[in-house]
């Protein structure tokens, strides 16, 4: 997926969880962030960062923020693209679902069940029918990625509804898509979230899927690349803690 429009700019300051300021060609701009998450460890003041600009007078800003370079690598922020990457990756084979049966003849977008609305629905040649909830995951540190950067009560909700599709006969998992390249290892940020993790554990134990993928970043692209290990059991040291 190539963004259009793109330029480099030098992040200033986050004014909020939506708006922030960037210096582009010596001149102050305010952006919108595409990522509500806490970021502290990548918005720092003199950060290269990628923004997309639009030329929409209905707009309150005309930029959108959607990468950040960290030391060598480029992190894309951008909230809305996990979900495009995983339905465009299982229509086309990039992504593969772990234990599957047959291949998937029918996908949905945010379909609802129970007292949530999952990411993708899904059906495929030999019945099998299913959910698959999808995670943007843009924390790093030492090659290990992890999530949530920030808690979520809407993450917890929809990992318990999917235990409950499960249990009604419905395949159901978790999809992590690393929005960053560098990375060995995926994982829940336990110290961030303890009873998330514990509600990953027990959706495990019960069949719940849970998997990630990688994806190859820059400046103005990010594409899937390939399945990361994910292991409940590895610690995160979150440098901002």
């Known amino acids: ?135 943007g995951m843009t924390l790093e540190n030492k090659q290990i990625g992890a999530f949530p950067d920030a808690p979520t009560i809407r993450g917890l909700k929809h990992v318990n509804e999917l235990i409950h599709a499960k249990e009604a006969g419905y395949y159901a998992t978790v999809l992590f898509m690393i929005q960053f390249e560098v990375v060995q290892i995926a994982t829940i940020h336990r110290q961030m979230q303890p009873d998330l993790a514990d509600k990953i554990a027990e959706a495990q134990s019960k069949g719940v899927e849970v998997f990630a993928y990688n994806c190859q970043v820059n400046q103005g692209m990010i594409a899937v690349k390939e399945p990361i290990p994910f292991d409940l059991n590895v610690e995160f040291d979150d440098p901002n803690l």
């Not at 305010?30 to 707009?59: A, C, F, M, S």
């Open 1 to 135: 997926m190539n963004y259009p429009n793109t330029l480099l700019a030098t992040f200033l300051v986050r004014d909020n969880r939506f708006i922030a300021r960037c210096l582009v060609d010596g001149q102050e701009v305010i952006v919108h962030v595409k990522n509500t998450g806490r970021g502290k460890e990548l918005l720092h003041k003199g950060t290269l960062v990628t923004l997309q600009y639009w030329d929409n007078p209905k707009r309150k800003t005309n930029y959108d923020l959607i990468s950040v370079k960290k030391e060598d690598q480029w992190i894309n922020i951008d909230s809305q693209v996990p979900n495009r990457l995983a339905y465009e990756g299982l229509l086309d084979g990039t992504i593969q679902l772990p234990n599957i049966k047959g291949k998937i003849a029918l996908l949905r977008r945010e379909v609802v069940y129970g007292m949530s609305k999952f990411d993708l629905y899904f059906e495929t040649d030999e019945q099998e029918k299913g959910f698959i909830e999808i995670k």
